[in-house]
């Protein structure tokens, strides 16, 4: 038991799969979403501004700059998100939440505290 929990390292620190995907995963989530909107937000201002005659092209550049960081970031997160689900299925699949497995790393946890 004691391999399996190593395997999967964070995933392993939860006692839950609950507390699981809403300590790793939901806030990954969260955050994608945040930037989409917040690219959407910045990529419509681009757009608005662009209309205006006597608006300078660097605002135009600036903002579709920030549209392309903000989507930049929310690829780099999209691979950590997916890693994480990765490893947090297969804690699942594996086991490691079944509690004929948590009560024995449990009981080993203790031996190894109180020898």
Avoid: W
């Avoid at 809403?22 to 201002?45: C, H, K, M, N, Q």
């Avoid at 660097?58 to 490893?87: P, T, Y």
């Avoid at 297969?90 to 497995?101: A, L, M, R």
């Amino acid at each position: 038991m004691g391999e399996t929990v190593e395997k999967f390292g964070f995933a392993a620190k939860y006692k839950s799969v609950g507390e699981l995907f809403s300590t790793e995963i939901l806030p990954i989530v969260d955050a994608i979403s945040r930037l989409g909107v917040a690219a959407d937000g910045f990529a419509s201002a681009a757009n608005s501004v662009s209309h205006i005659n006597i608006t300078e092209q660097h605002q135009i550049k600036e903002l579709l700059e920030l549209v392309f960081n903000i989507r930049r970031s929310a690829e780099d997160l999209q691979c950590l998100l997916d890693k994480r689900l990765c490893a947090a299925i297969k804690t699942v699949e594996s086991g490691v939440y079944d509690i004929k497995n948590i009560k024995e790393a449990t009981e080993e946890q203790e031996n190894k505290t109180n020898p």
